[in-house]
Nanobody
């Protein structure tokens, strides 16, 4: 029953930054592991980051392509999970989604809930 809404996408030049937001309705995101996924035309859907539930210590995980450039975090007061994206590259261009994994942050690529997505375009 949790409903997710992404925002913060846009057009940015290489090397620039964006902060994506994932806001929940109907539940608190602290109770969930939250993953950020991306889908680019002609490419497989890719999970790029995950943060475990608050009960599971809000541990953070990153895929190799974004490691060191992206940061996932929680703001309990705003019921929001963020994805701070720095040093953006053209290969980061995709629609970005937040989603609740069926299990813990384990790269399973199976999700129970997801949002509408937000477009990130890095010019080249």
């Amino acid at each position: 029953q949790v409903q997710l809404q992404e925002s913060g996408g846009g057009l940015v030049q290489p090397g620039g930054s964006l902060r994506l937001s994932c806001t929940a309705s109907g539940s608190t995101l602290d109770d969930y592991a939250i993953a950020w996924l991306r889908q680019a035309p002609g490419k497989e859907r890719e999970e790029v980051s995950c943060i475990s539930s608050a009960l599971a210590d809000s541990n953070t995980y990153y895929s190799d392509p974004v490691k060191g450039r992206f940061t996932i975090s929680r703001d309990t007061a705003k019921n929001t999970v963020y994805l701070q994206m720095d040093s953006l590259e053209p290969s980061d261009t995709a629609v970005y989604y937040c989603a609740t994994p069926l299990g813990p942050c384990n790269w399973s690529n199976e999700y129970a809930n997801w949002g509408q997505g937000t477009q990130v375009t890095v010019s080249s």
